[in-house]
C-alpha cells in the first residue's frame, strides 16, 4: 500500500522568504511522486514529478523537490516566496501497478507581505 | 479552452434527493479519475476508466455512488439518496497516457452541498 504524509495544514511565511512544504511517503518500490497546486475553487495544477534519474526536480513557478530514498521524503523548496505562491499544495505517490495516485492531506501555504 | 470541464460548477441539493455531476475530459485522453475533495481530508480516490477497460471502483464509498462513461469519453457521476456527509467538492481528472508517471489534468470540481 501506499500512503503520504504532509506536515503541517498550514505553513506560513513572508514575502521572500525561503518556502519549505514537508511530504514523505511510503511505498514498497521505487515510487513516481508528483507535487500539485491549487489556487482557490480551481482544480490542481501539476507543480513538479519526479520519476526516474535526477532526484532533484525542477518545476513551474520556481519551485524544485528532491527525493531523498533513504528519507522517504519529497520536500518542495522555493528560495523566494512571492504573494501569488499563496495556495494549496498536495504531495502524491504512484506506486507500481498502480494507476492512480495517492494525495496527501495538502498544505495551505499563507504568504505575508 | 481544451481544459477538462466539470458541470454543474456548484450543486445544492436536500438530502434524500439524487444528483449526476458531469465531466468532459481532454479529447484523445484515454483515462479518467473521479476525487472526492473534503476540507481537510485531501483528495480521496473514487473511481478510474482506462479506455475499454472496467472501471476500477475501488475507492466508491458505498453503493449509492456509482459513474458512467460512455464512448470513452464524458463520463456522470451519479449520487442516489444524498446524504449531508456526501458534501464536498468532486474532482475529475483526466490523462493522455497510460503510464504511471503521465500527470493529471484536473477540472475545477462540482461543489455539491447537501441540505
Known amino acids: 500500500a501506499q500512503s503520504v504524509t504532509q506536515l503541517g495544514s498550514h505553513v506560513s511565511v513572508s514575502e521572500g522568504a525561503l518556502v519549505l512544504l514537508r511530504c514523505n511517503y511510503s511505498s514498497s518500490v521505487p515510487p513516481y511522486l508528483f507535487w500539485y497546486v491549487q489556487y482557490p475553487n480551481q482544480g490542481l495544477q501539476l507543480l513538479l514529478k519526479y520519476t526516474t534519474g535526477a532526484t532533484l526536480v525542477k518545476g513551474i513557478n520556481g519551485f524544485e523537490a528532491e527525493f531523498k530514498k533513504s528519507e522517504t521524503s519529497f520536500h518542495l523548496t522555493k528560495p523566494s516566496a512571492h504573494m501569488s505562491d499563496a495556495a494549496e499544495y498536495f504531495c502524491a505517490v504512484s506506486d507500481l501497478g498502480y494507476s492512480t495516485l495517492t494525495f496527501g492531506k495538502g498544505t495551505m501555504l499563507l504568504v505575508s507581505p | 479552452g481544451a481544459g477538462v470541464s466539470q458541470s454543474p460548477s456548484n450543486k445544492v441539493t436536500e438530502k434524500g434527493k439524487d444528483v449526476e455531476l458531469r465531466c468532459d475530459p481532454i479529447?484523445?485522453?484515454?483515462?479518467l479519475y473521479w476525487y472526492r475533495q473534503s476540507l481537510g481530508q485531501g483528495l480521496e480516490f473514487l473511481i478510474y476508466?482506462?479506455?475499454?477497460?472496467?472501471?476500477?471502483k475501488s475507492g466508491l464509498p458505498s453503493d449509492r455512488f456509482s459513474a458512467e462513461r460512455t464512448g470513452g469519453s464524458v463520463s456522470t457521476l451519479t449520487i442516489q439518496r444524498t446524504q449531508q456527509e456526501d458534501s464536498a467538492v468532486y474532482l475529475c481528472?483526466?490523462?493522455?497516457?497510460?503510464?504511471?508517471?503521465?500527470?493529471?489534468?484536473f477540472g475545477n470540481g462540482t461543489r455539491l452541498t447537501v441540505t
Open positions: 476508466f482506462q479506455g475499454n477497460s472496467a472501471p476500477d
Open positions: 481528472a483526466s490523462s493522455g497516457d497510460r503510464g504511471r508517471g503521465s500527470p493529471l489534468h
Open positions: 479529447s484523445g485522453h484515454t483515462a
